[in-house]
């Protein structure tokens, strides 16, 4: 098959060893199906004369079936449960040694198997009549004579004999259909069976012989390719075999992060050249990052597994910044006393922590009908534990629910000074606390540790995030550490990551580690030699500190923290029934009739328009213009209006009423505001 000999793409496959792969192949005749379809269900079904390919295993997918009387094909699936009979060949033999010679492969793979003769045999003590089936055992070979065939042979009332039966002898043999039946399973996993035609055992299926060949769904790489090729056996091409000829054909195949990680370890470190640049959404802000340009070569010194915690700046800086860092950061770190918000972020950080201290940082009423205690600034409580306890619900002393507790010593300085004893110092007094996990109140830890810790030493102290930190000194082996000496950071989380460490080519001590489940790269392996300085080996520094945008470090938080039960809600509080409408309603309807009808003067009043006073045509409003500060203080009066003022007559006070000390008020009625205003206008209208 090697050479120049094309052959169909299925015929080669077929005939194909898999133990002889890979194999490099190149096509002779290619195939498009659909126009612009390039890729169908991930199966590839576009190739172009001259392609090359080359063939690294192979995957059977279904058994095609083709009917020998009129060439018609089909396919059935591999698990296909149907039974299937070997179809001897129609073909009369010479000889026997013809017969065992044209077997399709070594004799010891095809035995046993039945044959027939046409003719009568004799033999040294024994004739067999033509017609008779012998079936062949094994062939036996001894030095100085000639090979015979071990055959058994079947006699009359169930007797049966072994005949040894020479190589040489003559006649006319035709081998006969067995009773064995076989799987396609069967079939396809032993080349003998193969070669052979099958028809099925149900003819309702088939009565007709049938060559049985298998459809492999082949996998193969090409140059300059990113992913494996998969595609069946299957399609209509033709192809050379050039594995002999193309031994040195280096075939580059792009990697992702993710799988160069999986390589062997023995695969670095190594050169590799970036194939396609990164993302165009950059989710590092590392000075790194930017320099992953396309056709850049780097060096892949080793893969790891490297445990980082995930950190974000506090309150003293103003713009926030985020980070990746590594456990192997050399900096050292003060713990920093946490803030809680509530009882329950109280309870959660006891559970990692025995009798945790905190002190309260506002004051805070209680609520004697929710159990709600006092608390004040200053106060200090140590955390006892947690239970549950049954509270009243409201005012009705029978109605309880079930509240957790967060059980506290609260601890009271006892300063009053005996005057027996002045030398006494004051002694704490504690008592027991009860507040519920839903409250909201302020603490802050109580904590008097001074020790400076690495983050290896923190992630074995503290098994919970957030921890807030402060760091005292940095890192020696980082010529630029972004966590400067002095600023707050919080731990938010912490991860394990799969990491790659590499350099450039141009700085090879400046190392730094890739996250390859983060960052979208492609790369390959190439045949460079490994850079050797000439001063002798370098000292290499590993970049710790990776700075994040602030949209991956939360994806990453998300990723990385668990999620964590919310907290309990507050019971509700017995709510009392309000008045129904019906009652309010009669409240209006009362409120109405108490209202007094307005008097007859009231409503007889009208004003007609004789009445009203009419301005003179020709006269035109005076322009209003700025008034000066005399003016302010002193308006003159105007001379086309008539003042009211000076036309209204007192109007005498009326006289005290007689029960006005038995009155229950003493404002005016609707009636007299009536009577005032009606005398007033009719003084104006005169």
């Known amino acids: ?9 299925q015929q080669f496959i077929a005939s194909l060893d ?25 199966s590839e079904v576009c190739f172009s004369t001259g392609d090359l390919f080359k063939v690294t295993d192979l995957e059977l997918l279904s058994v095609s079936c083709e009917d020998i009387s009129n060439s018609e094909t089909f396919e059935l699936p591999i698990n296909h449960k149907g039974l299937f009979k070997v179809v001897p060949d129609d073909m009369a033999y010479r000889s026997v040694e013809e017969m065992v010679k044209m077997r399709p492969v070594s004799l010891c793979s ?4 039945t044959f027939t003769s046409h003719t009568k045999l004799s033999l040294d003590n024994l004739t067999v009549g033509a017609g008779r089936a012998l079936t062949v055992i094994i062939l036996e070979s001894r030095e100085g004579e000639e090979d015979h065939l071990r055959c058994h042979l079947q006699g009359a009332h ?90 040195d054909l280096n075939f580059e195949v792009p990697l992702s992060l993710t799988d160069m990680w999986s390589q062997p370890d023995d695969c670095f470190p190594a050169v590799v050249k970036i194939v396609d640049d990164p993302c165009q959404c950059p989710s590092i802000k590392s000075t790194w990052f930017p320099l992953l340009k396309k056709s850049q070569r780097m060096v892949f010194h080793e893969k790891g597994v490297s445990p980082m915690v995930l950190l974000s700046s506090q309150k003293s800086r103003r713009t926030k910044q985020y980070f990746l860092v590594s456990q192997n950061y050399g ?25 945790l201290r905190v002190s309260v940082t506002s004051d805070h009423e209680g609520d004697e009908d929710e159990g709600l205690p006092d608390l004040s ?9 947690c239970k549950t306890v049954q509270k009243a619900l409201g005012k009705d002393p029978a109605a309880t629910h079930s509240v957790e507790v967060l059980v506290f010593k609260r601890f009271q300085r006892d300063d009053h000074d005996d005057d027996d004893d002045d030398d006494d110092e004051p002694k704490d007094q504690t008592e027991e606390v ?61 991860l394990l990551e799969h990491t790659i460490q590499a350099s450039f080519l141009e700085t090879l001590d400046y190392k730094f580690e890739i996250p390859v489940q983060r960052v979208s790269l492609y790369s390959s392996f190439t045949k460079l030699p490994l850079p050797t300085p000439a001063d002798g080996p370098l000292e290499c520094h590993l970049d710790t500190v990776t700075e994040l945008t602030e949209a991956f470090f939360f994806e990453l938080n998300r990723q990385s923290s668990p999620e964590a039960p919310p907290p309990p809600r507050p019971p509700k509080r017995a709510t009392q029934k309000r008045p129904s409408t019906k009652k309010k309603s009669l409240r209006v309807n009362k409120r109405k009739e108490s209202l007094s009808p307005p008097t007859p003067e009231i409503q007889d009043l009208t004003i007609t328009p004789k009445e009203i006073p009419q301005v003179p045509e020709k006269i035109q409003p005076p322009v209003p213009r700025r008034a000066s500060k005399a003016q302010i203080e002193k308006a003159r009066p105007n001379m086309y209006v008539r003042r009211v003022d000076s036309m209204v ?38």
């Open 1 to 9: 098959m090697a050479g120049s000999t094309s052959l169909p793409l």
């Open 649 to 686: 007559k007192p109007v005498p006070p009326p006289p005290p009423a007689a029960d006005a000390e038995d009155s229950d008020h003493n404002y005016e009625t609707v009636d007299e505001i009536y009577e005032e205003d009606t005398k007033k206008k009719s003084v104006v209208l005169c």
């Open 331 to 355: 900096g050292r770190f003060r713990v920093r006393p946490r803030e809680f918000r509530s009882v329950y972020e109280v309870y959660a950080a006891s559970l990692q922590v025995t009798a």
């Open 158 to 247: 169930e007797a049966a004999a072994e005949v040894r039966l020479p190589l040489s002898t003559r006649g006319e043999f035709y081998v006969c259909e067995g009773q064995e039946c076989f799987t396609l399973e069967e079939i396809m996993s032993s080349p003998y069976l193969r070669s052979q035609k099958f028809r099925f055992i149900n003819t309702t299926m088939c009565d007709r012989p049938l060559i049985l060949s298998p459809i492999y769904q082949i996998h193969a790489i090409m140059n300059m390719r990113k992913e494996i090729l998969r595609f069946p056996s299957s399609l209509e091409m033709e192809v050379i075999d050039i594995t002999d000829t193309s031994k």
């Open 18 to 42: 898999k133990s002889c792969l890979p194999k490099i192949l190149q096509v002779c005749s290619g195939v498009y199906f659909q126009g612009s379809v390039y890729e169908i269900s991930g």
């Open 434 to 494: 009860h507040l519920p996990l839903f409250m909201r109140a302020h603490f802050v830890e109580t904590q008097r540790d001074n020790k400076k810790y690495s983050l290896k030493d923190l992630s074995k102290k503290y098994k919970s995030t957030p921890i807030d930190l402060k760091v005292v000194t940095r890192d020696p082996k980082l010529k630029e550490d972004p966590l400067t000496v002095g600023s707050f950071y919080r731990i938010e989380g912490a």
């Open 377 to 385: 600034v200053g106060d200090e409580l140590e955390v006892v534990g």
């Open 110 to 113: 095809s035995l046993p198997f």
